[in-house]
């Protein structure tokens, strides 16, 4: 009796504990969907004239963005000479529906591995993580990786005081990538883009 109270509770927890990851799981799965349909508003934009130029930022109404000054790949420990890719570039875009919700998202110009995570390091002491896609459904989802929304507010305060960003993710194929960002003009950049975006 006591055997078969015990498994029927076991039971029970286990169902409730995986409905819980299956809900957290599609809770994620819609975020990512979410916000990679913003990809195609970046494409557009490589297209676009940005509004202002301050120095190694773009800000254009929405959103302000910079390309990597410096990008190197490794594997297995070595240091690679050539890679095929495009070149990495990081977004701030601020949200459409809240005025005080920003988006952090950072493009690798490579597919990233799956659900794999991507360290932002600021200075080299402050660490941020952003997120590739769980199941990317084409070739441009697999390219970007965004922060968590709680985390974005602190982000954005560590890119205003800070003077670099490396941003160090991993491939498809196994390589690690490190890309580097000057963040001069970024605190500019993201004022015009704010003042703007209304």
Same mark, same amino acid.
């Not at 875009?93 to 919700?101: F, I, K, L, R």
């Given at each position: 009796? #006591?055997?078969?109270?015990?498994?029927?509770?076991?039971?029970?927890?286990?169902?409730?504990?995986?409905?819980?990851?299956?809900?957290?799981?599609?809770?994620?799965?819609?975020?990512?969907?979410?916000?990679?349909?913003?990809?195609?508003?970046?494409?557009?934009?490589?297209?676009?004239?940005?509004?202002?130029?301050?120095?190694?930022?773009?800000?254009?109404?929405?959103?302000? *963005?910079?390309?990597?000054?410096?990008?190197?790949?490794?594997?297995?420990? #070595?240091?690679?000479?050539?890679?095929?890719?495009?070149?990495?570039?990081?977004?701030?875009?601020?949200?459409?529906?809240?005025?005080?919700?920003? #988006? *952090?998202?950072?493009?690798?110009?490579?597919?990233?591995?799956?659900?794999?995570?991507?360290? *932002?390091?600021?200075?080299?002491?402050? +660490?941020?993580?952003?997120?590739?896609?769980? #199941?990317?459904?084409?070739?441009?989802?697999?390219?970007?990786?965004?922060?968590?929304?709680?985390?974005?507010?602190?982000?954005? +305060?560590?890119?205003?005081?800070?003077?670099?960003?490396?941003?160090?993710?991993?491939?498809?194929?196994?390589?690690?990538?490190?890309?580097?960002?000057?963040?001069?003009?970024?605190?500019?950049?993201?004022?015009?883009?704010?003042?703007?975006? +209304?």
């Amino acid at each position: 009796m #006591e055997k078969n109270y015990l498994i029927g509770n076991k039971k029970a927890v286990m169902r409730t504990i995986m409905g819980k990851k299956i809900r957290m799981l599609k809770s994620v799965i819609l975020f990512f969907h979410t916000i990679a349909l913003l990809t195609v508003s970046y494409a557009q934009a490589e297209e676009s004239k940005p509004e202002e130029i301050l120095n190694d930022w773009s800000a254009f109404n929405c959103y302000t *963005v910079s390309a990597a000054i410096e990008m190197l790949a490794f594997k297995n420990g #070595e240091k690679l000479s050539k890679v095929s890719r495009d070149k990495g570039r990081f977004y701030i875009q601020m949200s459409e529906t809240n005025p005080d919700n920003f #988006e *952090v998202t950072y493009f690798a110009g490579f597919p990233l591995k799956t659900a794999s995570q991507v360290i *932002v390091k600021i200075d080299n002491n402050k +660490k941020f993580l952003l997120y590739s896609h769980p #199941e990317p459904q084409n070739s441009g989802e697999k390219s970007y990786a965004w922060s968590h929304p709680k985390d974005d507010e602190d982000l954005i +305060k560590a890119l205003k005081k800070g003077s670099e960003a490396i941003i160090e993710s991993n491939s498809h194929t196994g390589k690690v990538i490190k890309d580097t960002f000057a963040l001069s003009g970024f605190t500019a950049a993201f004022n015009f883009m704010k003042n703007r975006c +209304k």
